[in-house]
């Protein structure tokens, strides 16, 4: 089946951990995006990459950081360095060439 | 900066007529995009139009766009309990580089 996957899907935390998030897509997609969303917020954009290898900060990349070292692959660290994680976590991947996002089931994180 | 607003929240009855309303302010936005998402899941695209078109339709979704107003409206017609979720209006902008801006997202009700 072709399609993006996100793991695990709850995620517990302490305060000063940092913390991996997961993201595989087998859509042969060369972009992939990394989204935050918080309860009446629209989605607010983290990170992406648009080939391999490359990647780019949105509009709120501090305290969290990507590699890009597999195209299938485009996972997302949040760091102790970011004061409030607590947040469902989206990714998206797309053609370069189109403009459709594909999304993937999210990830949410609690920090306890 | 570029900005999405939608309201948040919209009621209707089964079997009613859905309309859920967007507006965007950069008229240079090439492709507008309804998403929807259901409860602990990703975004999964609706339609989405271009700016050259001023209405789309896709069974029971029609799409309407006032290029003139920067109006985007979402049409659901003979609504349905399984329409019940968030919708999320979205523009492609360009900034540096292509960027996709999502609104806060509206909470569809449908009452039986």
């Known amino acids: 089946d072709g399609g993006i996957t996100q793991s695990p899907k709850y995620l517990f935390r302490k305060e000063g951990q940092n913390v991996t998030l997961s993201c595989e897509q087998n859509?042969?997609?060369?972009?992939m995006y990394w989204y935050r969303q918080d309860p009446g917020q629209g989605l607010r954009l983290i990170y992406y990459s648009q080939i391999v290898n490359d990647f780019q900060k949105g509009d709120i990349a501090e305290g969290y950081s990507v590699s890009r070292e597999k195209k299938e692959s485009f996972p997302l660290t949040v760091t102790s360095a970011q004061k409030n994680p607590t947040a469902f976590y989206l990714c998206a991947s797309g053609l370069a060439s189109s403009n459709e996002q594909f999304f993937g089931p999210g990830t949410r994180l609690t920090v306890l | 900066g570029e900005d999405v607003e939608q309201s948040l929240f919209l009621s209707v009855r089964e079997g009613d007529s859905s309309v859920i309303n967007c507006t965007y302010t950069d008229s240079s936005s090439t492709y507008l995009y309804w998403y929807k998402q259901e409860p602990g899941a990703g975004l999964q695209l609706l339609t989405y139009?271009?700016?050259?078109?001023d209405m789309k339709q896709d069974q029971r979704l029609t799409v309407l766009l006032n290029k003139k107003d920067k109006h985007l409206s979402l049409r659901i017609a003979d609504t349905q309990t399984g329409d019940s979720a968030i919708y999320f209006c979205?523009?492609?902008?360009?900034?540096?580089?292509?960027?996709?801006?999502f609104g806060a997202g509206t909470r569809l009700f449908v009452k039986a």
């Open positions: 979205a523009a492609l902008t360009y900034t540096g580089g292509f960027k996709t801006i």
């Open positions: 859509l042969n997609h060369d972009a």
């Open positions: 139009i271009f700016s050259n078109m």
